[in-house]
């Protein structure tokens, strides 16, 4: 069984960091590739950034590029987004995805979203002005 917990969510003001933790079990990152997503009120869930499982790249939408940093910890099967200088836009909730892609670099992920068929819970982010 596939599992996806998120974990690191909170308030935090303009300016601020948060890491999120994604801990995976049932899947091994050497076939699946991790996504972080996120969903603000009233609005469409939106893709963060990914976790190649072919080569490991990474690729991160234009609007967290410079502040987010996707990485994976293999011993422990969990995958981080770092946050850094978060801004009040950034408030939604995140959610981490996996998708079975073995051969797929990072920067053509975004044309797969619809394969990510496997998603945690969701954790909420709050960035206050």
């Known amino acids: 069984e596939v599992q996806l917990v998120e974990s690191g969510g909170g308030l935090v003001q303009a300016g601020g960091s948060l890491r999120l933790s994604c801990a995976a079990s049932?899947?091994?990152?050497?076939?699946?590739?991790i996504g972080w997503f996120r969903q603000a009120p009233g609005k469409e869930r939106k893709a963060v950034s990914f976790i190649s499982a072919y080569d490991g790249s990474t690729t991160y939408v234009d609007s967290v590029k410079g502040r987010f940093t996707i990485s994976n910890d293999n011993a422990n099967n969990t995958v981080y987004l770092q946050m850094n200088s978060l801004k009040p836009e950034d408030t939604a909730v995140y959610y981490c995805a996996a998708a079975e892609m073995p051969y797929v670099p990072s920067r053509e992920i975004l044309f797969y979203t619809d394969y990510f068929d496997y998603w945690g819970q969701g954790t909420q982010v709050t960035v206050s002005s």
């Open positions: 049932g899947i091994s990152f050497d076939r699946y590739a």
